[in-house]
């Protein structure tokens, strides 16, 4: 069977016995055989594996019919893909479109490796433009970095929306985010802005890669101008809520100082992971006496009175923790403030919030909760902070927390230590002033 050369190449038909002066015999381990007819010219042409098969060159070419049957050995996972290669074989052309030889991912990548392993550079080039150009899903990005490495430099491309990026962009894209993720924009773009600060969380944070963003003084800085304007928001919903702003404000006012605590209570775990939280908490205790005025003053349904002090108590919470555990640390005068601005203000929130409020334009129940982890972290802060007082500042909060009845917050472990060291104070203070060597103690 000689190959005819003379025909038209429009005119070959994949798989066409009749017309066909080749057999591409495809064979697994498993036993799987099939044959498929084929035409030389078309597979020499396209195909330089086939082509060096069909030569005269190819060692076994004298063996009667090894001209005429190339085997070829596969995966069976492999075996549609080789099919599909050698049907595009008849279709590959200068004017024929990427979008009509490859119809999906997994396809693609599936022909894209057979095609380089047979040696079918249009194959490969059409494969590799269709998968540079296509959306992919998740599963499918995972294949694509198994099998494009493998290609070589032609697939190169497709690789490069994974590629790392300069560190100068990430910072660009990181400043950019954060002074979005801390504006006000129009309702519409509520969603948006949530998504941005998510993801700036997500950038900063060490899981099991290492953090995209290290965030160097300059970020720091411009990070630090970003709460500073949204802190000079706050102050301004500070003060037209301590007004009484006539009945249509008042829905839009609340929902400005709602949004900010949010916002506030979200940068102060962003500072957090900088390591920039200092300004931020003497920011807030140079604030706290006339926010807890504000709040307790407003004239709110009790339903709005429960989320806005929900939402207080989240920033303050976090701000009780810094002080508390030395992460900031401030003068005694400071501490003891703090503790009785803000230690009366959750005693009488968390019985609003353990128990239903009715929200009265809908007549329905509205629930507002708090974690329970943040009354536990308020309590332990708070113990730790009035453990750091002077004993006599001690003594004042203790006796002030017994005649309520020992109400939240639970300082039992305060007053125990408070006792224990009033009752050795002499004593070790003695030790240390050398009255150990004049009563002859050892």
Not at 232 to 240: N, P, T
């Amino acid at each position: 069977m000689e190959p005819r050369d003379n025909q038209a190449e429009a005119s070959y038909t994949f798989g066409d016995r009749s017309s066909s002066d080749i057999v591409v015999r495809l064979r697994n381990e498993e036993g799987r055989d099939d044959w498929i007819y084929c035409h030389s010219k078309i597979l020499s042409e396209k195909s330089q594996y086939f082509a060096d098969r069909l030569s005269d060159k190819w060692p076994t070419c004298k063996i009667l019919d090894s001209r005429y049957c190339v085997e070829v050995i596969c995966q069976e996972s492999d075996y549609d893909h080789h099919i599909n290669l050698l049907r595009l074989l008849y279709l590959v052309s200068d004017d024929v479109h990427e979008d009509n030889l490859c119809h999906n991912v997994k396809s693609a990548l599936g022909i894209l490796s057979v095609a380089k392993e047979l040696s079918c550079p249009q194959i490969v080039t059409a494969c590799v433009n269709y998968l540079e150009a296509v959306p992919w899903e998740e599963g499918e990005e995972e294949e694509i970095l198994r099998t494009v490495p493998r290609i070589g430099s032609e697939a190169e491309p497709i690789l490069a929306r994974l590629q790392p990026v300069d560190q100068s962009a990430v910072t660009e894209i990181f400043v950019s985010a954060f002074r979005f993720a801390t504006s006000s924009p129009p309702l519409p773009l509520g969603d948006i802005k949530s998504s941005a600060q998510e993801q700036i969380e997500y950038m900063i944070t060490e899981d099991d890669d290492a953090p995209l963003l290290i965030a160097d003084e300059e970020v720091k800085l411009e990070v630090k101008e970003c709460v500073k304007s949204l802190f000079g928001r706050f102050f301004q919903c500070l003060e037209e809520t301590s007004f009484k702003p006539v009945e249509s404000e008042v829905i839009n006012k609340k929902g400005s100082f709602r949004m900010v605590l949010s916002d506030l209570s979200w940068a102060f775990q962003i500072l957090t992971k900088m390591e920039v939280v200092r300004d931020f908490v003497i920011t807030w205790v140079d604030i706290s006496e006339k926010l807890v005025k504000v709040v307790e003053q407003l004239e709110t349904t009790v339903a709005e009175t429960v989320e806005i002090r929900v939402k207080v108590i989240e920033v303050t919470a976090k701000v009780i923790e810094a002080i508390g555990y030395g992460t900031v640390i401030l003068p005694t005068a400071k501490r003891l403030e703090m503790v009785k601005l803000w230690l009366p203000f959750v005693r009488n929130t968390k019985p609003l919030v353990d128990s239903p409020v009715t929200e009265d334009e809908e007549n329905g129940t509205v629930r507002y909760k708090i974690d329970g982890e943040i009354w536990q972290a308020l309590e332990s802060s708070f113990v730790s902070i009035i453990l750091a007082l002077p004993s006599a500042d001690q003594a004042e909060i203790l006796t002030e927390w017994l005649g309520k009845n020992g109400l939240y917050p639970d300082l039992t472990e305060a007053f125990e230590v408070w006792c224990y060291r009033s009752k050795v104070a002499k004593r070790r203070l003695g030790l240390l002033g050398g009255e150990e060597d004049e009563n002859g103690m050892s």
